[in-house]
């Protein structure tokens, strides 16, 4: 929705009129107006009239729904808004919350550039492929994107020591479900208990005092998650005795 550049200055427009100036169809503006995101009209005998106010509230929800927010959301929003907080303000804490974890660049190939730096990509195009199956590598128009490069870089080493293709992209896999599980389990965890517990502290400002926080957890969750893999990797390796994986070599030499 583009905001409108001229709104009758008149006593205002009826919910038809709103409908035809912004595109938003009647259907949508009663349903706009049941969940408190857009304000009830003017009355005036038995007709609604509607002002650039309402315009101006049709525009603001149009730009929250394309950054991902729900309806639910918007409520918010809207409360937080009428209670003495700018939008620019909100939408400032909603970037901060919603920012990737990752500090990685997409990196951008042509096809051609792809199999000159991976010509194993040329030769071998089940490769390719699987690279594609795991997101390491992903369609872009007719080049590719490669998310992260360190991941990607990876999986090529693993292959040149002799890893067979197909157990990198198996292991690529599984390494993402069990990342996505621990993902889910700290979201469950935010949702849970984090969330409420700072929105009880300070309801008028949780918004704010919620993404403060949040720039001190990342880094505390990629430290603990760092720490207990290694740990892990630690006991493994006790458990399986170094040793023991020499001697298993020499045998098969």
Do not use: C
Not at 125 to 151: C, F, H, K, Q
Not at 184 to 193: A, G, K, Q, T, W
């Amino acid at each position: 929705m583009e905001r409108p550049s001229e709104v009758p200055d008149s006593k205002g427009m009826t919910i038809d009129e709103l409908s035809s100036l912004t595109g938003a169809s009647v259907r949508t503006l009663r349903l706009y107006q049941t969940k408190s995101i857009l304000p009830p009209p003017e009355i005036v005998g038995r007709v609604g009239y509607y002002t650039e106010t309402h315009v101006n509230r049709l525009y603001t929800i149009n730009r929250l729904q394309k950054r991902g927010f729900s309806l639910a959301g918007i409520a918010e929003v809207v409360r937080m808004w009428e209670s003495g907080q700018g939008i620019d303000e909100l939408l400032g804490y909603e970037r901060v919350l919603a920012s990737p974890w990752s500090d990685e660049e997409p990196t951008e190939f042509t096809a051609e550039e792809l199999v000159a730096r991976y010509p194993d990509f040329g030769k071998f195009p089940e490769r390719l492929e699987g690279a594609l199956a795991t997101g390491a590598i992903e369609r872009n128009g007719d080049g590719y994107r490669v998310p992260s490069m360190n991941l990607l870089e990876f999986g090529v080493v693993l292959v040149g020591k002799g890893v067979p293709s197909e157990v990198v992209i198996q292991e690529l896999l599984d390494l993402q479900a069990d990342l996505g599980r621990i993902a889910v389990r700290f979201i469950n965890l935010f949702r849970s208990h984090i969330l409420p517990q700072v929105a009880a502290e300070d309801p008028m400002n949780w918004l704010s005092n919620l993404a403060a926080f949040s720039k001190t957890f990342r880094p505390a969750v990629r430290t603990l998650v760092v720490s207990a893999f290694t740990q892990a990797m630690d006991k493994e390796i006790r458990k399986a005795r170094f040793g023991r994986i020499l001697e298993g070599q020499k045998r098969e030499d």
